[in-house]
Nanobody, 115 residues
Framework: QVQLVESGGGLVQAGGSLRLSCAASGIPFSQNAMSWYRQAPGQQRLLVAF???????TYADSVKGRFTISRDNAQNTVYLQMDKLKPEDTGIYYC?????????WGQGTQVTVSS
């Protein structure tokens, strides 16, 4: 059974930092690409950051230079370090992966950035 469990969200002032974690189970973690998505109120879920099984990373233009995605294959965990947070970063952050063409999502963790 595949499980993705996010943690680390919260309320932070603009300019602050948060670190999100996603603990994965039931997947060949070290081989799997992992992603973080954000869904703001009333908007679509959008890709924020991606890390391949080999460690290559991709970021949305809006977070480049502020967010860092990383993975710990020994802990089956992917992280999203978010620095210099802005109010527009507010939303629910979801961990995501694909296994044999099946899409999996975590339950999401709320991030709220106050101005």
């Amino acid at each position: 059974q595949v499980q993705l469990v996010e943690s680390g969200g919260g309320l932070v002032q603009a300019g602050g930092s948060l670190r999100l974690s996603c603990a994965a189970s039931g997947i060949p973690f070290s081989q799997n690409a992992m992603s973080w998505y954000r869904q703001a109120p009333g908007q679509q879920r959008l890709l924020v950051a991606f890390v391949s099984g080999g460690g290559s990373t991709t970021y949305a233009d809006s977070v480049k230079g502020r967010f860092t995605i990383s993975r710990d294959n020994a802990q089956n965990t992917v992280y999203l370090q978010m620095d210099k947070l802005k109010p527009e970063d507010t939303g629910i952050y979801y961990c995501h992966t694909v296994v044999h063409t099946v899409l999996y999502w975590g339950q999401g963790t709320q991030v709220t950035v106050s101005s």
